[in-house]
């Protein structure tokens, strides 16, 4: 349950009017800048790493590795030496393929060892320390083709670093990358080709005279490759999914029409009514006892409906929208807008989720009236949608991946 409610938080300001966080002055990425940003980090040293977002991973883990020797006489096994390091391992998704291909999906590492104490028969000449990452790679069912666990992920050209323990001390820096190979073009027909690597830092150390030294190994991450033809920013990529994605709406996030260079959209009308509805669900339209709505918790998200995946997600997708606006027409909506008003009618959970309107259509009536509208603002409305879009695809969030909204003071 711990692992599950993992989450990170992105706000929806960075996708103002659904543009790249690039073109609103931002970091489309903001990866972990550094080794100290990743100790600084209070997730970093668990079995999971640290999820700073979608695209940035770390992990650290501590290496005490002993030299032993044992002989017949005089008989027992002594300590010959130790060594002792901190070891760092920075992630980095990716937005698009290799070198701009759609079927050579990456992700690429930083490693850093730093070196407390290496003694006695670890500086002996001839020893090495070899630093590598293994990742055991696993494709989603359905994938075409006949893709092997090698091609779901592979070492790429940055295959680690092997060299004596007193230059690890000297420089303990290092790269790897991790590659995907698609069997197919990008394309609908051909679903999302998700791989999956399963990856692990391992420090392997050969000493003369000794036969067997144990490696070390550090936690094992997660990284997702994708192949998603509907994603309008970039049809391929690679993100760190063992955390559940969360898109923050601001109840201070006003409109200004009298902003420099252009009138500002805010989304407020929409954090009001989304923060009312998961605050307290049995007070929204459509009135209904014990109403429970997904998507403000990670132990109870939405899941991503894709209307261009496939003619039953476009289905349910439009099926969800006729249940808002047959429900928007009762008199009884809170908000309804009067004369000359320009007010849209909001729902959550959103059409684009499995959780939307309908989903007692499919899931069962348990579900019916599970879900809230509520006229409001409709510039600020659509500027919620906008940004939102941007969002599913600047994080990838994927057909079927769960997601939550948060709301911001």
């Given at each position: 349950?711990?692992?599950w409610?993992?989450?990170?938080t992105?706000?929806?300001q ?21 080794v ?5 980090a ?9 999820i ?17 020797r ?5 008989p ?5 030496g ?8 920075i ?20 490693f850093?060892?730093d ?15 070899e ?7 696993d ?9 092997t ?25 290092t790269?790897?990358d ?9 394309d ?7 791989a999956t690597g399963?990856?692990t ?5 050969t000493?003369?005279g ?8 550090g ?19 690679s993100v ?5 994605p969360?898109?923050r ?47 403000g918790s ?7 409906l ?12 439009d ?10 027409n ?10 000359g008003e ?7 959970p ?10 007692y259509q499919?899931?069962?009536?348990a ?7 509520r ?6 409305n659509?500027e ?26």
């Open positions: 349950m711990a692992a409610e993992r989450t990170y992105v706000p929806s960075r996708f103002n009017r659904g543009r790249k966080p690039e073109n609103n002055g931002q970091d489309p990425y903001e990866y972990i800048a550094d100290d940003e990743c100790h600084d209070d997730d970093s040293d668990n079995a999971s790493g640290w700073k977002n979608r695209f940035s991973y770390c992990q650290e883990t501590l290496t005490v590795m002993p030299a032993i044992c002989g017949l006489w005089p027992g096994c002594y300590l010959q130790t060594f002792i390091s901190t070891n760092t391992l992630g980095r998704g990716q937005i698009g393929g290799l070198g701009d291909s759609t079927l050579t999906r990456f992700a690429e590492f930083d850093n060892v070196v407390f104490l290496s003694s006695g028969d670890f500086n002996k000449a001839g020893a090495k320390l630093a590598k990452l293994e990742c055991e790679g494709w989603d069912i359905g994938v075409p083709g006949s893709p666990a090698e091609d779901a992920c592979q070492p790429g050209v940055y295959t680690g670093r092997s060299d004596s323990p007193s230059q690890w001390k000297y420089n303990g820096d790269k790897f991790l590659w995907s190979l698609a069997p197919r073009l990008p609908v027909a051909n679903g999302d080709q998700i399963l990856f830092p391992v420090l392997k150390f000493i003369p000794y036969s067997q030294v144990i490696p070390s190994e936690e094992q991450g997660e990284v997702r490759f994708d192949s998603a033809a509907y994603n309008v920013r970039a049809k391929v990529g760190f999914p063992d955390a559940t969360a898109l709406y601001d109840r201070s996030d006003t409109s200004d029409p009298s902003a420099p260079v252009e009138p500002y959209i805010g989304v407020a009308a929409v954090a009001d009514h989304i923060g009312d509805a998961l605050d307290d669900p049995s007070s929204t339209y459509p009135t209904k006892s014990e109403k429970r709505l997904a998507g990670a132990l109870n998200p939405m899941h991503r894709v209307p261009g995946f496939g003619l039953n997600e476009q289905e349910r997708y099926a969800n929208r006729s249940v808002v606006s047959s429900t928007c009762n008199a009884a909506v809170p908000g309804r807008p009067t004369a320009q007010r849209d009618c909001d729902e959550f959103f059409a684009s989720s499995y959780q939307g309107a309908a989903r499919y899931e069962g009536d579900y019916r009236d599970d879900f809230s509208v006229y409001i603002d409709s510039d600020e659509q919620a949608g906008r940004r939102l879009g941007s969002w599913y695809d600047n994080d990838r969030i994927l057909s079927h991946d769960p997601f939550i909204v948060v709301i911001g003071d």
